[in-house]
């Protein structure tokens, strides 16, 4: 079974930058596109951006334009490159497949939007 393992996140204030990893034990990128999701307090967990194994990527409408998804298939790590950041964007970013039954979810990692 695959693990995936998150970091990157931490507090920042609006307007600022982060860049997320996410390290997967096996090379999975090359058999499945990979998504980024998050889940806020007291909601569902939702999927915010896709790259698929041809890597065209996808974004939700609440992101376009400010996030951007990457991978490396050498260190077998996905990318979630988030400029402009607002208080919204606030939550638990997790990677996993996309459009696919999910691996095992890692821990995650927090990002806090604040000033």
């Known amino acids: 079974q695959v693990q995936l393992v998150e970091s990157g996140g931490g507090l920042v204030q609006p307007g600022g930058s982060l860049r997320l990893s996410c390290a997967a034990s096996?090379?999975?990128?090359?058999?499945?596109?990979m998504g980024w999701y998050r889940q806020a307090p007291g909601k569902q967990r939702e999927l915010v951006a896709v790259i698929t194994i041809t890597g065209n990527t996808n974004y939700a409408d609440s992101v376009k334009g400010r996030f951007t998804i990457s991978r490396d298939h050498a260190k077998n790590t996905v990318y979630l490159q988030m400029n402009n950041l607002k208080p919204e964007d606030t939550a638990v970013y997790y990677c996993?497949?996309?459009?696919?039954?999910?691996?095992?979810w890692g821990q995650g990692t927090q990002v806090t939007v604040s000033s």
């Open positions: 996993n497949k996309a459009w696919a039954a999910p691996a095992n």
């Open positions: 096996g090379s999975i990128f090359s058999i499945t596109a």
